[in-house]
Nanobody, 122 residues
Framework: QVQLVESGGGSVQAGGSLRLSCAAS????????MAWYRQAPGMQRELVAA???????NYAESVKGRFTISRDNDKQTVSLQMNSLKPEDTAIYYC????????????????WGQGTQVTVSS
């Protein structure tokens, strides 16, 4: 069993900042990629940012220069610093982890957090 627990969502005015955090726990052998996705009402879930175990990052064009993803491999956590927030950033943000689960046989890990609401008002 693997759990991802997110924290840090909330409401903020345009131009403000929020920091999201996500902690993974459970039977985890390794985590390759940790990522943040978001889903706005009526929209498909989209990738916001991703980071590999080696620290390589990937960002959606819409958040480049405003959001920064980071991770602590030892603590199995990932964070998303969101600056210069815009109303269009309003969505539920989900944490995702890809890797391998512990146990026999070894299985692929693809875990999701429960989501945290981010609301940006104009």
């Amino acid at each position: 069993q693997v759990q991802l627990v997110e924290s840090g969502g909330g409401s903020v005015q345009a131009g403000g900042s929020l920091r999201l955090s996500c902690a993974a726990s459970g039977s985890i052998l390794s985590i390759n990629t940790m990522a943040w996705y978001r889903q706005a009402p009526g929209m498909q879930r989209e990738l916001v940012a991703a980071i590999t175990g080696g620290g390589s990052t990937n960002y959606a064009e819409s958040v480049k220069g405003r959001f920064t993803i980071s991770r602590d491999n030892d603590k199995q956590t990932v964070s998303l610093q969101m600056n210069s927030l815009k109303p269009e950033d309003t969505a539920i943000y989900y944490c995702n982890a890809l890797g391998l689960m512990g146990g026999t046989p070894i299985r692929a890990l693809n875990a999701w957090g429960q989501g945290t609401q981010v609301t940006v008002s104009s």
